[in-house]
């Protein structure tokens, strides 16, 4: 019984997170959090001389919660400081439909060396 009850509990942990599947050919210094990430969106264009370091993909899991467009943001912007990613561009992005309730967005992540706080970006919102 015990056993049972433990398993339940670990599937509903871990199935209300969105599935995330990253993938990076290299890594930078990690940044800290005084150091800006910037997020630019489908339309944003990447400045020149950027790396691109990796690239995410952020699903439904089938029960996922808090899977809104700035909740992956901000759960990209956290895999992007421990990667050393200062820009992440938002490749593709799907909306909630009759499939699913969340976005679904791919995203590649960058190390832009120059300052990333002149660059044109989207704005995370507080929900």
């Known amino acids: 019984m015990k056993r049972l009850s433990l398993l339940v509990f670990v599937f509903l942990a871990f199935s ?5 599947t990253s993938n990076f050919e290299s890594s930078e210094k990690p940044l800290t959090i005084e150091d800006p990430v910037v997020f630019l969106d489908v339309h944003h264009a990447i400045p020149e001389g950027a790396k691109k370091i990796g690239n995410a993909r ?23 400081r421990e990667k ?5 561009k938002v490749t593709e992005k799907r909306t909630p ?31």
Request: glycine letters at 4%; one cysteine or more.
């Open 97 to 127: 439909d009759i499939w699913s309730l969340c976005y679904r967005i791919k995203v590649d992540f960058f190390y832009y060396d120059g300052d990333v706080t002149t660059i044109p970006q989207y704005k995370l919102q507080l929900n």
């Open 16 to 20: 209300c997170s969105p599935k995330i």
């Open 58 to 80: 952020y699903q439904d899991s089938g029960f996922t919660t808090d899977c809104d467009f700035n909740s992956h943001l901000t759960k990209a912007r956290k895999l992007a």
């Open 84 to 88: 050393g990613a200062n820009l992440v």
